[in-house]
């Protein structure tokens, strides 16, 4: 079992900055993919980002792109998302998942995702 704990969220304006940590509880040995999905109110979750737990590949979302980062320390046990240059619409509650396994072609399928944290709220202001 893992359980991701999400921090870092807040409430920021347009244009600017904010590093979201994940902090994976538990045994991480069937893990190889941690993501990040959102969910805007009214809207239904969508994925950020993702990542190979120990590699070197990472997937974005089209929206996403060039603005977000995602990265990893194993030695913690933790993933980041780095969020830059935030607009309004990225305005959404944010959840750190674990996957024992997700392909490349369809990182960003949900069904993958086993553990979910309860999530941080990003709040970006016009």
């Known amino acids: 079992q893992v359980q991701p704990v999400e921090s870092g969220g807040g409430s920021v304006q347009a244009g600017g900055n904010l590093r979201l940590s994940c902090a994976a509880h538990?045994?991480?040995?069937?893990?190889?993919?941690m993501g990040w999905f959102r969910r805007a109110l009214g809207k239904e979750r969508e994925a950020v980002a993702s990542?190979?737990?120990?590699?070197?590949?990472?997937f974005y979302a089209d929206s996403v792109k060039g603005r977000f980062t995602i990265s990893q320390d194993n030695a913690k046990n933790m993933v980041f998302l780095q969020m830059n240059d935030l607009k309004a619409d990225d305005t959404a509650m944010y959840y750190c998942?674990?996957?024992?396994?997700?392909?490349?072609?369809?990182?960003?399928?949900?069904?993958?995702?086993?553990?979910w944290g309860q999530g941080t709220q990003v709040t970006v202001s016009p």
């Open positions: 538990g045994s991480m040995k069937d893990i190889n993919c």
């Open positions: 990542l190979y737990i120990g590699g070197d590949h990472t």
């Open positions: 998942a674990a996957a024992p396994y997700c392909p490349a072609g369809s990182w960003y399928l949900e069904d993958y995702y086993h553990y």
